[in-house]
């Protein structure tokens, strides 16, 4: 007997298709993710299995003699949903769902269910909104297959047919207002980030669940949302903190990546990941506790690299130490990374050194200009105030002289625009 209002958890079986050879302790690493995304979606796994074969079946994925299996495991378990760890086409959801009898979802899907249970803002929302349509407008065919259980063959096929293609039209429209409602939050993003100019910026990075949000709170005292579940945080936090030597810094902290991101996310995430993209340094937040921390560093660089942020200097941050009883394991990851910092974002080891680092890598990343310039161009001054940060100003006979530091990104853009008011420091 559930209380009023309590949704009851569903239960699934959760299956993985892998090439032959694949390492078993790698596909179990993946079904332990899984069942994790499941948990935070609001489902317990009662079971699962996985199948090696050479290519998966374009029917169903499986062979036939594992479709056999899984339906004797849904009887067993009384399971209400089957859940594969990789993309599934709309036809083989369609086949598995005629056999099993029960709602079949791939990755992918519970991805999206549970971005779409954590946006809050109308950005992560309109984000969330537009990748569900990309997602499902080419499996609207499954979607409807309701018609021909319900009432056969002849007399329905018209119609139905001429409301998947009006379900399409529509999806296709929304999809257009998404992108162009997107692209207006995106102009404004800009307008807010330019207003920003002239600081450091700083970007955290990381796994999903690798502590991003802790590490924020640890280095800006931010009061921040901080939940131990994947995906905690969707919407981009910005938040003003100050470095060891007085400057004042910016950091964000923005959704968490994952082995298998949908496509679709990711390029509607696009103008929330842009604060990572336009960091002058990138905090890659690594969880030193799990096992799988290798394969959770190779997903985050493929990711950048997607993304366009391979370039951008990086600080290796592993997190968590204080969850590693035997230390020779961290000794090894230590030996592995040598340039990376070791902290615990929960109880503040390490966190003074961190911040010693982001100075450094920040200053080392970063091009020291000399430029003079009149005392009646003020509204260069401007300009070199809001680009830059200004680190030193002298007033001389001939006109202001500033110091600035500029991006490495900007470097030539910036010599480009102000190449008459350089000058060799002094």
Not at 46 to 71: F, H, I, N, W
Not at 260 to 273: E, M, V, Y
Request: aromatic share 6%.
């Amino acid at each position: 007997m559930y209380d009023v209002g309590i949704k009851p958890r569903e239960s699934a079986v959760i299956v993985s298709v892998t090439r032959k050879g694949t390492d078993p302790i790698v596909i179990q690493e993946h079904l332990d993710e899984l069942e994790l995304l499941l948990d935070t979606a609001g489902a317990d796994v009662c079971a699962r299995m996985y199948q090696e074969r050479v290519r998966p079946d374009v029917a169903t994925a499986l062979g036939s003699g594992k479709v056999a299996e899984l339906k004797e495991i849904l009887e067993e378990s009384n399971a209400t949903m089957v859940v594969f760890d990789d993309d599934l086409t709309p036809g083989q959801v369609r086949n598995l769902e005629r056999e099993t009898k029960v709602k079949v979802l791939d990755r992918c899907g519970v991805i999206l269910d549970i971005f779409a249970s954590r946006a809050r803002s109308v950005e992560a929302r309109t984000q969330v909104e537009l990748a569900q349509h990309e997602y499902l407008l080419p499996r609207l065919t499954r979607m409807w297959t309701h018609l021909s259980k319900q009432y056969g063959g002849v007399g329905t096929r018209g119609p139905g047919e001429t409301q998947i293609e009006t379900d399409r039209r529509m999806f296709r429209q929304r999809i257009q207002r998404l992108k162009e409602k997107l692209l207006q939050v995106e102009t404004q993003r800009t307008v807010q980030r330019a207003s920003r100019e002239g600081m450091p910026r700083f970007a955290l990075v990381g796994y999903t669940n690798a502590g991003k949000s802790s590490l924020l709170k640890a280095l800006a005292q931010a009061d921040v949302y901080i939940e131990n579940r994947l995906f905690a945080t969707l919407d981009t936090t910005v938040r003003a903190m100050q470095l060891p030597d007085g400057r004042k810094a910016l950091l964000s902290d923005t959704v968490g990546f994952i082995r298998k991101l949908p496509t679709q996310l990711i390029a509607s995430f696009r103008s929330t990941l842009a604060e990572t993209l336009e960091a002058d340094v990138l905090l890659h937040v690594v969880d030193a506790s799990n096992e799988a921390y290798r394969d959770h560093v190779d997903v985050v660089q493929q990711t950048l690299a997607s993304l366009g942020a391979a370039d951008v200097p990086v600080i290796m941050v592993f997190n968590k130490i204080d969850a590693i009883s035997d230390r020779h394991r961290l000794n090894d990851i230590e030996l592995e990374f040598p340039h990376a910092v070791f902290v615990s974002a929960l109880r503040g080891i390490n966190v003074n050194r961190l911040l010693e680092s982001m100075c450094q890598t920040y200053d080392e990343s970063s091009n020291v200009l000399t430029l003079l310039v009149s005392y009646e161009d003020g509204k260069r001054q401007h300009g070199i105030y809001t680009e830059t940060n200004v680190i030193a100003r002298s007033e001389e006979a001939d006109g202001i002289r500033l110091s600035v530091r500029v991006p490495s990104d900007k470097l030539s853009s910036f010599k480009t625009r102000y190449a008459d008011l350089l000058h060799s420091p002094s």
